[in-house]
């Protein structure tokens, strides 16, 4: 508006002595200024937009969001890149760790050149992922490199903006000489999303054996070595089906030889689960088991059933499904819940199954019983350790066939389905906890979960 505050209308005359001519042609420019005025807005304001998907985009380097069902040889296959390459352009500790929407960089053979270092190729090269409000500049001094190397190697701008997990493409020497800066801990390699109700993993490289401490959104977690090799040691993170969609922290700690205690912490992002709603209608003669004060008392002795963690995983292959593949879902877990038309206030914490009473059920994995009795809401029920703090839960049974204290091996019998405790008709529901969060069991079907290298 500076413009018209000190054109002559209103410096020399005053409106009532004005020519009507001049009024016009005054009025006439002021609409000319006001279109130049919209129309280099707009212009800078679509040049900035088409810009931005440009500095995310590198020739050098493109990146692909891991979707449910990818292998790390499928993607490798069609970038025509080597598996070997992606391992080490996103610096994988585990190749068979991959978690839905997992942003990889996809390397090409090699990278263009470089003002400080034309050599340098997409084996010179790994991935570091940005922190909650970095810029380039200060990751740049925080692995010793100048900022044009970083700028130039994932085609972005200095002033680039960064979300907190970002892949950023740098020299591999500079993120081994000061990368972590965590002692005697080597590389750790954390998920970037995960989903409510799902399981990822975190696992950790080491120089010399430590007794690591993990800490997720305030849930104490635990790590185990591999058995080949106890310089790496790994370990569940389960995300709660209710939490909001947000980013997380993960917290790894460990004390050094001297005594001081050291922890690192890295962002994880939460992502919707995608969870379905239903409403359903209790018999009448089992409203009465929605009492509050059976809940509770329930809830208290499976909780301390489920809560004592074993220093090993029990199983090491996927988990098969603990009834036939004839049965199928008809109530999966996280499902939102109303119960006789009330309001939608709990989640269903496992998957259903519809089967018919007597139908055989069978663990999953190998493991140890560690409840096997009649309960008031969930019914005949059976509880087995797998371990490393992953228990499974059988409800609603009709006839239990082990006792507590019994190993049990993938496909031996549990019980039988049943339509016991709280439940609308014949069917199983299988629970699965990781420190007492109810997860996706299926996700432990499909995916192999079992740490196997």
């Not at 409106?15 to 129309?39: D, I, K, N, Q």
């Not at 009492?291 to 098969?320: G, Y």
């Not at 269903?348 to 018919?356: E, I, K, L, T, W």
Request: charge should be negative; aromatic fraction near 8%.
């Amino acid at each position: 508006m500076k413009p018209f505050a000190t054109y002559p209308i209103s410096a020399c005359s005053s409106p009532a002595s004005t020519p009507t001519r001049r009024l016009t042609h005054l009025a006439r420019l002021a609409r000319l200024f006001l279109v130049t005025g919209l129309l280099l807005l707009g212009g800078w304001w679509l040049l900035s937009r088409s810009a931005a998907p440009a500095l995310a985009q590198t020739p050098a380097a493109q990146s692909y969001t891991v979707v449910a069902g990818d292998t790390l040889g499928e993607i490798a296959t069609r970038y025509g890149v080597s598996v070997e390459a992606l391992v080490a352009a996103n610096g994988l500790l585990d190749p068979n760790q991959l978690e839905v929407g997992q942003v990889l960089v996809i390397p090409s053979a090699a990278l263009p050149d470089q003002a400080d270092d034309p050599g340098l190729t997409a084996a010179d090269t790994t991935v570091v992922r940005a922190r909650p409000g970095d810029t380039l500049a200060a990751i740049a001094a925080r692995y010793g490199q100048p900022l044009e190397t970083l700028t130039s190697l994932n085609a972005l701008g200095d002033s680039a903006r960064l979300f907190p997990g970002q892949p950023l493409l740098l020299p591999r020497a500079a993120a081994t000489a000061g990368a972590l800066r965590f002692g005697a801990v080597q590389a750790v390699q954390v998920p970037d999303l995960l989903r409510q109700g799902r399981t990822g993993r975190v696992v950790v490289q080491t120089k010399r054996p430590l007794e690591l401490r993990g800490l997720w959104n305030d849930l104490p977690i635990h790590f185990t070595p591999l058995p080949d090799d106890p310089l790496r040691q790994w370990a569940y993170l389960p995300v709660p089906a209710l939490i909001a969609p947000s980013s997380y922290w993960f917290t790894l700690s460990y004390t050094a030889a001297n005594g001081l205690a050291l922890h690192q912490t890295w962002p994880v992002a939460v992502g919707e689960g995608g969870y379905l709603s239903e409403i359903l209608a209790l018999p009448p003669d089992r409203g009465a088991l929605l009492d509050p004060a059976l809940i509770q008392a329930e809830l208290e002795k499976v909780v301390a059933a489920w809560s004592p963690v074993t220093p090993q995983l029990l199983w090491t292959h996927p988990f098969s499904r603990p009834v036939g593949l004839e049965y199928e879902t008809t109530s999966p877990f996280g499902t939102r819940r109303s119960y006789d038309g009330g309001p939608i206030s709990d989640y269903h914490a496992g998957q259903d199954f519809g089967a018919p009473e007597g139908v055989p059920i069978v663990s999953p994995g190998d493991g140890v019983v560690v409840l096997a009795e009649p309960l008031t809401v969930r019914g005949n029920a059976v509880i087995v350790d797998y371990g490393l703090g992953v228990y499974a839960g059988f409800w609603h049974l009709s006839e239990i066939d082990v006792t507590p204290g019994q190993t049990v091996k993938t496909g031996d019998r549990l019980g039988l389905v049943g339509n016991t405790g709280l439940s609308t008709g014949a069917h199983l529901h299988w629970e699965l906890r990781i420190y007492g969060v109810a997860v996706d069991p299926m996700q432990f079907v499909e995916e192999p979960l079992a740490y196997v290298p």
